[in-house]
């Protein structure tokens, strides 16, 4: 029995991920809205893939967090468009 419960637990995970995926489709259907904070996190992430730091206009970025640039960084090794991989 423990292990039929494990599967329905992966089953409720996988079907939670799949609707969490489509409504954030269904909600941002033009991307996701950028604003000046989203812009530095785009610079950062950009720099990153540059291989110039975490920096903006070259002087570094210190009023922002580094870890969601650097999560766009990886993501955009796979994607060429920062914006549509940050929705």
């Known amino acids: 029995m ?3 419960k494990d599967i329905r637990l992966y089953i409720y995970i996988i079907a ?3 609707t969490s995926f489509m409504l954030m489709i269904w909600i ?3 991307g996701s809205g950028v604003s000046p904070d989203s812009v530095t996190y785009i ?3 950009k720099s ?3 291989g ?3 920096s903006r206009d070259g002087s570094p970025i210190t009023h922002f967090p580094p870890l969601y640039s650097l999560f ?3 993501v955009g090794i796979f994607k060429n468009d920062l914006v ?3 929705r």
Do not use: D
Request: net charge neutral.
């Open 2 to 4: 423990k292990i039929y």
């Open 16 to 18: 939670i991920g799949i």
């Open 28 to 30: 941002t259907p033009f």
């Open 43 to 45: 610079e950062g992430a």
């Open 48 to 50: 990153l893939l540059s």
């Open 52 to 54: 110039q730091g975490y």
């Open 72 to 74: 766009l960084a990886i």
């Open 84 to 86: 549509q991989a940050s």
